[in-house]
């Protein structure tokens, strides 16, 4: 029988609260980190008098997490996010997980392919996902479902989206904080018009021309106002002071994320836009982390348990005339257009679209099924970080030895 390594009481009385601090004795201390994803134990006894009434198991984890001018630490270090897009779809439940087994498989495909972690994208993901990537060691940014609310292109919002949005990142993060594997919270997506207000373009001059100045001014300033409100709401909730990234791509208002979205195809012309930022992925910059929060998206249509997509859908970027003709085109381009990312010393991770193919969206890394598109080996040597370069640069057989170290976790958590 294991020994408690502390223990604590507090009386409950009337406090519907209580707070009870446990003290882990200097020796024991064992931070949580992708490569040693340490879980403490826990034990909770409710008593009357000297009889247990009520017994609860859980676990805990030690390990920090915070934003120090441009790079995210994790226990005080330095680390480079290399994230894949997960949206939690299921070609036999859509939403829906089939079982806990399916959760935990989804993110041992992305360890597998080489990556840290996953932006949890387009919905709040089940508790049981949470439990495996804290098991696991696998980073991730928690988001919310991404629905505008309106009928303006995300331009204007209803009353009933604003409260409901507040309301429920109260409930999300309340119910959520206590995970290690979170270590970001994303509020919103594309929120606002694409490429911000001033650089949007499109129908009618896009949104600076669309509107005289007195409009163009209350909606901006509602689209700051209700940003910085969900914000400050989620940095309340959150106990662990997490880094917050206020909206993936397009406008920043109160973040401790910057990111943009980039779907360029071609390598070498993503590769400039990267070396020389554009104003509107910089505008209002203030040294930030610069995490490039989507690119790639290279579809190609392999099929899957749906068959292959109607013509009128086109798999991927940018658009049927530009689409890969091969898996082995496929793949290259994938290839290219990550270590493009790798050679910008200022960039601080990636998260590449996406984990696997979702409906008529055939640009994932797998089959909506879960079933390989390409070599394993060879989305690993692109993901895994040896491309990492300058500051990030990972240690001589770094990558190896955490693949190691990630197999015999896995034994270890059958």
């Known amino acids: 029988r294991k020994m408690p390594l502390v223990t604590g009481r507090v009386a409950i009385g009337k406090k519907r609260t209580p707070e009870l601090t446990l003290k882990v004795p200097k020796a024991a201390v064992r931070l949580w980190s992708p490569q040693d994803p340490y879980l403490y134990g826990l034990r909770l006894r409710l008593y009357e008098g000297s009889r247990i009434i009520d017994e609860v198991d859980s676990y805990t984890a030690l390990r920090t997490v915070r934003r120090v001018r441009d790079e995210i630490l994790l226990n005080g270090q330095p680390v480079y996010l290399r994230m894949v897009l997960d949206q939690g779809y299921y070609p036999d439940g859509l939403w829906t997980a089939p079982s806990e087994a399916a959760l935990r498989k989804d993110i041992q495909l992305?360890?597998?392919?080489?990556?840290?972690?996953?932006?949890?994208?387009?919905?709040?993901?089940?508790?049981?996902?949470f439990k495996h990537a804290d098991e696991l060691g696998f980073l991730v940014i928690a988001e919310y479902p991404d629905w505008n609310g309106g009928f303006s292109s995300r331009w204007e919002v209803t009353d009933e989206y604003r409260e409901t949005v507040d309301r429920e990142w109260g409930t999300v993060v309340a119910d959520l904080h206590?995970?290690?594997?979170?270590?970001?919270?994303?509020?919103?997506?594309?929120?606002?018009?694409?490429?911000?207000?001033?650089y949007n373009t499109g129908a009618g001059g896009g949104f600076w021309s669309r509107y005289p100045p007195a409009r163009r001014t209350a909606i901006v300033k509602k689209h700051y106002d209700f940003v910085r409100q969900v914000v400050s709401k989620v940095r309340k909730h959150d106990l662990q002071?997490?880094?917050?990234?206020?909206?993936?791509?397009?406008?920043?208002?109160?973040?401790?994320?910057?990111?943009?979205?980039?779907?360029?195809?071609?390598?070498?012309?993503?590769?400039?836009?990267?070396?020389?930022?554009?104003?509107?992925?910089?505008?209002?910059?203030?040294?930030?982390?610069?995490?490039v929060a989507e690119y790639a998206g290279v579809g190609i249509d392999l099929g899957g348990p749906y068959g292959k997509n109607p013509k009128r859908f086109t798999p991927g970027y940018p658009g049927a005339s530009g689409l890969p003709k091969t898996a082995a085109e496929a793949l290259e381009r994938i290839g290219s257009l990550t270590a493009e990312i790798y050679k910008v010393p200022n960039i601080t991770g990636f998260c590449c679209t996406q984990l696997y193919d979702v409906e008529h969206e055939k640009n994932g890394l797998l089959l909506y099924d879960r079933k390989p598109k390409f070599s394993k080996s060879a989305l690993r040597h692109i993901f895994d970080g040896r491309g990492q370069k300058g500051r990030w640069k990972l240690a001589t057989g770094a990558s190896e030895k955490l693949l190691r170290a990630r197999k015999t976790i896995t034994k270890k958590k059958r």
């Open 241 to 291: 002071r997490r880094p917050v990234h206020d909206s993936s791509g397009w406008i920043h208002v109160d973040t401790d994320i910057w990111s943009f979205h980039e779907y360029k195809q071609n390598p070498e012309k993503f590769g400039e836009i990267l070396q020389q930022l554009p104003a509107k992925f910089v505008d209002g910059h203030k040294g930030q982390p610069m995490f």
């Open 178 to 198: 206590n995970h290690p594997s979170i270590i970001a919270w994303g509020v919103f997506n594309e929120f606002g018009p694409k490429n911000g207000h001033k």
């Open 110 to 129: 992305a360890m597998d392919l080489g990556f840290n972690g996953a932006r949890l994208h387009q919905k709040v993901f089940e508790p049981l996902y």
